[in-house]
């Protein structure tokens, strides 16, 4: 592996084990229509939510007005969760994405996602009643019982959560980054601000000779300069012109066509 590759997955598995345990309890047992938002007033006692929101929100927030979805490309645990399942043996070697109208028409449900998780915030978040109140105490964050009795109290909403998630698992075997290219909501809102960050990916394109090896080889499969791009930073070390850096936007991306 070259050095950003190398670097690149340090910080993702440095990430994933500092949130492992937060993301679990938000998947099978957070009580409230959207994990992760309302941590400082959930009623559960065994949850490191409390400690780890502020950080993390305010990390992915800074993240974004610096350097757009860098966050996605170098930190997000399901990004690395992909990354490896992308390449299992035996399947596809690239992940490549369909291709035609049928891909450019999905990438658009994200932004769709996006505005459900807005609306489910302000309906089943932002409540002085929740839907349900509990306090799940349990000797340890992976015990069982605990998510059974989540489960059973969190109707449908475990249940929705749990098959998203398969879904993502599953789709990520056959598309690169699946869930990032189709469902996540962070990264819609994310990709907003790849048009307005500070630092970003560069395309020189006087010196590139469009060779195709980007987007063929990115893992997104798309090019620098778009809303789609997560600044991974692998088409800088991998260009064999060195047409693609990083620094200092020279203009505004373009809208996701590849």
């Known amino acids: 592996m070259q050095p950003i590759t190398i670097w690149r997955r340090i910080t ?20 409230y229509g959207v994990p992760f938002v309302s941590c400082q007033s959930c ?6 939510g409390r ?3 502020p950080w993390v929100v305010g990390f992915i927030a800074l993240s974004a007005v610096f350097s757009g979805r860098v966050f996605c490309g ?8 992909q990354d490896a399942l992308c390449r299992v043996p035996k399947l596809p070697a690239t992940c490549r994405p369909p291709f035609g109208r049928v891909d450019r028409y999905l990438k658009y449900l994200k932004y769709l996602a996006l505005v459900v998780v807005v609306l489910l ?4 978040n932002l409540q002085w009643a929740r839907p349900y109140e509990y306090v799940t105490r349990s000797p340890s964050l992976w015990n069982l019982e605990a998510v059974k009795v989540a489960w059973d109290l969190g109707g449908g909403a475990y249940k929705i959560r749990f098959g998203i998630l398969a879904i993502a698992i599953i789709g990520a075997l056959f598309v690169t980054r699946f869930f990032c290219r189709y469902m996540c909501p962070l990264g ?7 048009m307005i960050s500070f630092f970003g990916l560069r395309h ?5 000779d469009h060779c195709g090896k980007y987007p063929r080889e990115c893992i997104t499969y798309t090019v620098p300069e778009t809303t789609e791009c997560v600044m991974c930073g692998e088409c800088v070390q991998g260009c064999p012109t060195k047409a693609i850096s990083y620094g200092l ?7 996701p066509n590849h």
């Not at 170098?74 to 969760?81: D, F, I, R, S, Y």
């Not at 020189?204 to 590139?208: L, N, R, S």
């Open 204 to 208: 020189a394109k006087d010196h590139c």
């Open 43 to 48: 009623p559960s006692t065994d949850c490191p």
């Open 12 to 31: 993702q598995v440095a990430f994933l084990g500092l949130t492992g345990t937060w993301l679990t309890f938000g998947w099978l047992r957070c009580p």
């Open 188 to 194: 819609a809102l994310l990709g907003i601000f790849n």
């Open 51 to 53: 400690y780890l929101q």
């Open 74 to 81: 170098w930190a997000c645990p399901m990004g690395l969760v």
């Open 121 to 124: 915030i302000f309906t089943h």
């Open 249 to 255: 936007r020279s203009r505004k991306p373009t809208a």
